[in-house]
């Protein structure tokens, strides 16, 4: 569970003795397996930071725990399935083979407690197995699967398994899959659902998704409607059945989306679609490099030589030392135009050495320069990382900004906040498909 949040795992009594608590009582008197998430940076926090920042840490370790809850003990050290690859979840009954690409990770599992220190103890994947609408342990046919690469003997491996639905009539099926450790131990338990829908109810949209302004495809875009959905191919084509009717149908990558509204399926007919994806731009971008280029400050933040992430310079709340108590000051943005721009992302590097749980940075936006909204905080971090931030409260602002605030209490200093190579990323009609900067998915680049 602590993979997911990189929380320090540890017995209650390590943070502070708290009988009678419902961890107690969970497992004194019903034997359950208990455990406390101790979350946020506050008693009472902010709504916009819990759910911009808390939830988004924590909701993937939480939906771990609901999946080995069963054998709370076992389950968590065998490997787990991190991808379910599945052309397309809905199909037409008949003679057809049914093809997953699966991936099988024995990586997460630690016995370390500090969550400072690198995860170890991998697990081999030893193999991946598949069942169709049964779960594993009631006894249900194994389809085993193959490993991509010939052999089972690495801690993460791809592997590729398919079964005939040759029979199955229509309706909602579940695929479950597990992964089994060299050493036997299963992984928790992932699924897929796959629907089988009636051809006398139901056609079909084929086409392609892409880049918009262009006739480039975009492979393994997901094309969805509803719970229906399909991955495109090498070439961004993609076959998607759905029930007949109207269906609002949404083409989704990584950096973007495109929606196509009320498209009208017949059944027994298919239908042809494009989809075009708008592009992602930078339209802020600075690796200090060259001055202060509009970035303006209060207190003592100045661009210092002492660290950096790009060679050689990063702005500093406090150049030649320690910063002082009581500090409440900013690296400030310029004024950026974003009225044409949506799904907008901030990108920084930074090293954020301050005293833990008391001396923060926090990120924060502002459309109209006065009232600011915090985003992200950090403490405590003594090496450089890379943070993506969605903002999108910044979308469509014409006086978009966003600010660096170290904000210190009365006791205790530490070395401060470095921050080089930042940018603000958005999609949307202000970036043109022409825009040399288009950047439609990690390592896809026009
Ligand atoms: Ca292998
Ligand atoms: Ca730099
Ligand atoms: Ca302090
Ligand atoms: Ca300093």
Not at 7 to 14: S, T
Request: some cysteine; glycine content about 10%; aromatic content about 10%.
């Amino acid at each position: 569970m602590a993979f997911f949040n990189g929380y320090r795992p540890q017995q209650i009594l390590g943070l502070t003795a708290a009988s009678g608590s419902t961890a107690d009582f969970a497992y004194g008197e019903l034997g359950v397996a208990s455990y406390a998430y101790e979350l946020g940076t506050e008693f009472f926090q902010n709504c916009n930071f819990f759910e911009s920042n808390i939830l988004e840490q924590n909701i993937a370790s939480m939906f771990y725990a609901a999946k080995v809850a069963r054998t709370p003990y076992q389950t968590p050290s065998g490997p787990d399935i991190t991808d379910i690859g599945l052309p397309t979840n809905a199909v037409l009954p008949g003679n057809q083979t049914i093809n997953l690409s699966l991936q099988a990770d024995g990586t997460r599992f630690s016995t370390v407690t500090d969550s400072t220190s690198p995860l170890e103890n991998p697990r081999q994947v030893g193999g991946v197995n598949v069942y169709f609408n049964a779960l594993p342990w009631a006894d249900a046919a194994t389809t085993t699967a193959t490993a991509d690469d010939g052999a089972f003997d690495s801690t993460q491996e791809s592997a590729s398994a398919s079964f005939n639905i040759s029979g199955v009539g229509p309706g909602r099926y579940t695929i479950f899959t597990e992964a089994v450790g060299s050493d036997s131990q299963t992984g928790a338990v992932s699924a897929s659902f796959l629907h089988v829908l009636d051809p006398a109810l139901a056609g079909t949209v084929s086409g392609q998704v892409l880049v918009a302004g262009s006739q480039t495809g975009v492979p393994d875009a997901l094309v969805s409607a509803g719970g229906f959905q399909a991955t495109t191919d090498g070439q961004g084509q993609f076959t998607l059945p759905l029930p007949a009717g109207s269906h609002d149908i949404m083409a989704t990558t990584a950096e973007a989306a495109t929606p196509a509204m009320n498209i009208t399926v017949t059944a027994g007919q298919t239908q042809n679609l494009n989809l075009e994806i708008p592009g992602r731009c930078d339209v802020f971008m600075d690796d200090m490099e060259g001055g202060t280029n509009g970035w303006t400050t209060t207190g003592n933040w100045a661009l210092t030589t002492e660290q950096a992430n790009s060679p050689t310079n990063s702005w500093h709340d406090s150049p030649g030392g320690n910063y002082p108590d009581n500090s409440n000051t900013s690296l400030i943005s310029p004024v950026i135009d974003l009225s044409q721009g949506s799904q907008a992302r901030l990108y920084f590097n930074h090293i954020c050495d301050t005293e833990d749980g008391f001396d923060f940075g926090i990120v924060e936006v502002s459309t109209n320069g006065s009232s600011w909204s915090e985003v992200y905080r950090c403490d405590n971090q003594m090496a450089w990382e890379e943070q993506r931030i969605d903002v999108p409260a910044l979308d469509g602002a014409a006086t978009a900004q966003f600010r660096f605030r170290l904000s210190t209490d009365v006791t205790q200093t530490d070395n401060g906040w470095f921050i080089d190579d930042v940018r603000l990323n958005i999609s949307g009609a202000q970036c043109q498909p022409d825009d040399l900067d288009i950047i439609l998915q990690d390592g896809f680049e026009l």
